[in-house]
């Protein structure tokens, strides 16, 4: 079945930078199209970022030019490359996985920014 385990959120100081892993499970990770959730204390699950199939990528504005999402596919592990961080980054940040007919989550990583 399909597994994603999400690994590398921490504390870390407003500018400073955090490297977020998904290793994946379960599908044909190459050919997946997947992405970067969060969800801040009291408010909805937004997504960050989405890396298709294709390689093409897309990301919320809040985070464009700051973050990189991408797959090491020989190790079937997604990536969020997060850059000059901001109080406002900090949430649980979730792996997702868009399957043929459901999606699919990781548990979780807390990343905190202080200021």
């Known amino acids: 079945q399909v597994q994603l385990a999400e690994s590398g959120g921490g504390l870390v100081q407003a500018g400073g930078s955090l490297r977020l892993s998904c290793a994946a499970s379960g599908m044909i990770f190459s050919i997946t199209t997947m992405g970067w959730y969060r969800q801040a204390p009291g408010k909805q699950r937004d997504l960050v970022a989405i890396i298709t199939s294709g390689g093409s990528t897309h990301y919320t504005d809040a985070v464009k030019g700051r973050f990189t999402i991408f797959k090491d596919n020989s190790k079937n592990t997604l990536h969020l490359q997060m850059n000059s961080l901001k109080s406002e980054d900090t949430a649980v940040y979730y792996c997702?996985?868009?399957?043929?007919?459901?999606?699919?989550w990781g548990q979780g990583t807390q990343v905190t920014v202080s200021s």
């Open positions: 997702w996985y868009g399957g043929s007919s459901r999606s699919y």
